[in-house]
């Protein structure tokens, strides 16, 4: 089967309710098939801050009280695609670590629920 074939095979796996467990399953497969499965944690965390640094600048792109290059406005993606780069690059980054991203969220609002937010 063929690379293409095996993603949409994979992405038929996933549904719209599908828990942050399968989604690192699904993305742990698909990067391995996509030849990313030996990046670093600092390959992912670099990937992670350029794929931030995208994300700000497709939320300036729909907020016109700044300034930025119209030349390019048409290089810069979706807020939605940049936010999905984001959570795929941040879940990538889980699977390398090691981390269940459900139990990391999970014990860290154990945590805040502790605290006092004003």
Do not use: P
């Not at 497969?29 to 996509?34: D, G, K, S, T």
């Not at 699977?95 to 014990?107: G, Q, R, S, T, Y």
């Amino acid at each position: 089967m063929n690379t293409i074939k095996k993603q949409k095979e994979l992405l038929k796996t996933i549904s719209g309710g599908a828990s942050i467990n399968q989604l690192q399953e699904y993305f742990k497969a698909v990067l391995e098939i996509r030849g990313f499965g030996n990046q670093t944690a600092k390959d992912k965390m670099l990937l992670l801050m350029e794929e931030v640094g995208e994300l700000a600048k497709a939320l300036r792109k729909e907020d016109y009280s700044f300034t930025i290059d119209h030349t390019k406005i048409d290089n810069y993606q979706t807020i939605e695609s940049e936010i999905a780069d984001v959570g795929i690059v941040l879940i990538s980054l889980c699977n390398v670590l090691k981390i269940d991203l459900f139990d990391a969220i999970i014990e860290k609002e154990k945590k805040n629920t502790e605290r006092t937010w004003n």
